[in-house]
């Protein structure tokens, strides 16, 4: 039986995220869009709260305090504003890409840089815009001449890739393969043939930053090659799904939000001699987002606990029985489908109760809208996870190229 009570030591980091969420990050929340940043004095609070590496292992200079403290961090923050865990300082998903595809050393060294307080970024650049017609797979490719990886192609869609100090690039490293047959690469930004766009305007997420990359003859050493362990395909699906639910959090966060201030104008505007809320078409649409809320808040925290329970040490687990990774995967399916989507119900109805003031500036919810939106395109998506879904709910073998974003589906931010 899975507790979905917060520890003590979970209790408190949570209340000085949330605090930190309603006194810094919401009532600035439009400073933060038209700055479309986040400004210093805010990321250094956020680095002295330690949000950055809490499920990274310690054994690689993390806090490892599982995915599910993150996940709960990562709620709070996106209640403040959805956009401001995507800006903060920090290695962001290059943390749990190096970690789940990189050996220990590779994962230690690569996050070292992240570990001493100064607001540093890291990257995964998966995305690209154009899907081949000759072949499945990436066009970015990876040729291996001795010791040495040479990386040609281009990148899109990546997160923060103007403000990232080193990436995780993925590649085609055997075209015949397909899907089956990419690799991971550490790349530092300095490294030469490496170019960064300029960032794109997007519908939502403004603080956030997403550009693309161009790789032209960059050459990085095999030790910078992340292998995935005995299997890279796992490691990759495994990777997408945890990064995923830290996005799908953040669509708890961001759903809260949008109930609350609409359940609250509700409560106030009045129509007929009575709060609007009281009509039934009005009250049984707030009931129906409570619901949202409260189910993929549950789902999101019990894929999470899976995960911890599933990565614990011989000795931490005892004798309990160790949680099937098929079945983590498909319960971070189905709390990122559903919280996606349920962020999306959230902020549309919140817009739609608000009449014509939910299109104003002046109210949040249309903020809230345009987030929501983009976030259905962050990591998996519903489409995505409801394939990842099927496949372990029918026990047939995890393709990540029905699973994953491809230039053929969808493109993720990452």
Not at 166 to 187: C, E, I, N
Not at 241 to 251: C, G, P, Y
Not at 307 to 335: F, H, I, M, T
Request: aromatic share 8%; net charge negative; charged share 25%.
């Amino acid at each position: 039986m899975i507790s979905f009570e917060p520890t003590e030591d979970q209790r408190l980091m949570v209340d000085s995220i949330a605090q930190f969420a309603k006194t810094t990050l919401r009532p600035r929340i439009r400073e933060l869009e038209k700055a479309r940043a986040v400004p210093d004095d805010v990321q250094k609070t956020a680095l002295e709260l330690g949000v950055g590496l809490v499920a990274v292992p310690e054994a690689v200079g993390g806090a490892g305090l599982g995915l599910l403290t993150a996940v709960l961090l990562e709620e709070e923050l996106a209640f403040g504003d959805p956009a401001a865990g995507f800006a903060l300082a920090g290695p962001g998903s290059l943390a749990l890409a190096v970690t789940e595809l990189g050996t220990e050393a590779q994962a230690r060294e690569a996050l070292a840089p992240f570990t001493d307080g100064t607001p540093r970024f890291g990257a995964v650049a998966w995305g690209e815009k154009k899907a081949l017609a000759e072949r499945a797979g990436l066009s970015t490719i990876a040729k291996r001449d001795g010791d040495t990886w040479t990386l040609d192609g281009e990148k899109a869609y990546v997160l923060n890739a103007d403000r990232a100090e080193v990436f995780v690039v993925l590649a085609q490293v055997d075209p015949s393969k397909g899907f089956r047959g990419l690799g991971a690469f550490l790349v530092p930004k300095a490294a030469k043939g490496l170019t960064v766009a300029p960032r794109s305007t997007t519908l939502g997420l403004d603080a956030a930053s997403f550009g693309g990359l161009t790789l032209e003859g960059v050459k990085v050493p095999e030790a910078s090659r992340l292998a995935g362990g005995d299997d890279f395909d796992a490691a990759l699906v495994r990777f997408f799904a945890k990064q995923s639910l830290v996005f799908a959090a953040r669509s708890v966060g961001l759903s809260r939000a949008a109930f609350e201030l609409t359940r609250a104008y509700v409560d106030e505007r009045k129509s007929f001699g009575k709060p609007i809320g009281h009509f039934q078409a009005v009250a049984f649409t707030i009931a129906d987002r409570a619901m949202d809320v409260d189910a993929a808040r549950g789902m999101v925290w019990r894929a999470a606990a899976a995960w911890d329970a599933r990565d614990k040490s011989d000795a931490e687990r005892g004798d309990a029985p160790r949680v099937d990774e098929r079945e983590c995967l498909r319960q971070s399916a189905w709390a990122i489908s559903f919280a996606h989507e349920a962020a999306m119900r959230c902020g549309d109805d919140g817009v739609q109760l608000h009449g014509g003031a939910g299109f104003m500036r002046d109210y949040a919810v249309e903020k809230l809208m345009r987030d929501a939106k983009q976030l259905q395109l962050c990591g998996l998506t519903a489409e995505h996870a409801d394939q990842l879904a099927a496949a372990a709910e029918l026990g047939v073998p995890i393709d990540p190229a029905l699973v994953l974003p491809t230039a053929e589906t969808q493109n993720a931010f990452i």
